[in-house]
């Protein structure tokens, strides 16, 4: 069940919900509490596989759902590994929406020299309402020498924990310019800079370029991420080679999506500096990609 907390319904809204099915029925659990619909009067209540719309009377009500769409982490490519020969690797990726459980894999993709790797990194189900605001990240890490159980899940926890707060702050940003009534883009550039903001506070640095389907360069994130993966008291080869992030709401990727209803993205990763011993500073490139399936 959503970590939304308790959401009082209207009696009118409550009873078509319930006609629907309730939490086990067409919608889902609830999730916002009602929002002003933004290109037209009314409210709408948001729930966790769609939206019920009204103007106050039961008649008015009429049921909106979401898209659903696949988020995968397709394809990896290391033009120049981390360690002399061939990394370790290890891939999280997270999907975080305010008022949802945050959705996430982590797996352990092993040994990879130079060429093509397909980790499968594959978050299926995920239903998005044109206005919500979604928030994904994914990283990619080399740990050849350490506990790589322990990385694992420290590498998937600090990811969900990114994009979760991520989401929240996007979210509530988003909800305060709907509810002034701003325009469209104006919503989204709100979402994107508390984003921005929340990430730069949180890794003490400004967040340049992230826009609102972005990728990015391995940079300060990685290396916030990082400070709890890995021992540096030891040299060793491990760390970062590559991680991405994005901001929008469903009605971009909806537009986004191309004639077979996918959207795909190559993100370009130039590696920090490899300590002494290891090889030449990574260099990697990730493809990743949101496909709509209803």
């Given at each position: ?206 967040v340049p370029?992230?826009?609102t389907i ?44 191309g004639a ?35």
């Open positions: 069940m959503p970590s939304a907390g308790a959401i009082a319904l209207p009696a009118a809204i409550n009873d078509k919900y319930n006609s629907l099915g309730g939490p086990l029925g067409t919608l889902g659990f609830p999730i916002r509490d009602k929002l002003p619909v933004n290109t037209a009067p009314g409210e709408f209540f948001k729930f966790e596989k769609g939206k019920l719309v009204w103007q106050g009377t039961p008649e008015s009500i009429f049921v909106v759902m979401d898209s659903v769409y696949i988020f995968s982490v397709d394809k990896i490519e290391c033009r120049i590994p981390r360690s002399r020969v061939k990394d370790t690797l290890f891939i999280s990726v997270a999907i975080a929406m305010l008022g949802r459980d945050t959705l996430s894999v982590s797996k352990a993709l092993g040994d990879h020299a130079e060429g093509f790797t397909f980790p499968a990194s594959t978050i299926p189900n995920i239903s998005i309402g044109d206005q919500e605001v979604v928030v994904g990240m994914y990283t990619i890490a080399n740990s050849g020498h350490a506990d790589q159980g322990a990385a694992l899940r420290t590498l998937e926890s600090k990811t969900r924990d990114l994009a979760e707060g991520a989401a929240e702050v996007a979210g509530k940003k988003a909800g305060e310019a709907i509810g002034n009534k701003l325009a469209e883009n104006v919503v989204i550039q709100e979402a994107v800079t508390a984003v921005s903001t929340f990430i730069g506070g949180i890794i003490g640095t400004a370029g992230l826009g972005i990728g990015g360069a391995l940079g300060a994130l990685a290396g916030y991420i990082a400070g709890e993966l890995f021992d540096f008291l030891n040299p060793n080869c491990d760390g970062m080679v590559a991680e991405g992030h994005f901001t929008g709401t469903g009605q971009q990727i909806r537009e986004f999506l077979n209803n996918r959207f795909e993205r190559v993100d370009v990763s130039p590696g920090a500096d490899s300590p002494a011993g290891c090889g030449r500073n990574s260099d990697y490139s990730t493809t990743w990609s949101f496909t709509k399936t209803n």
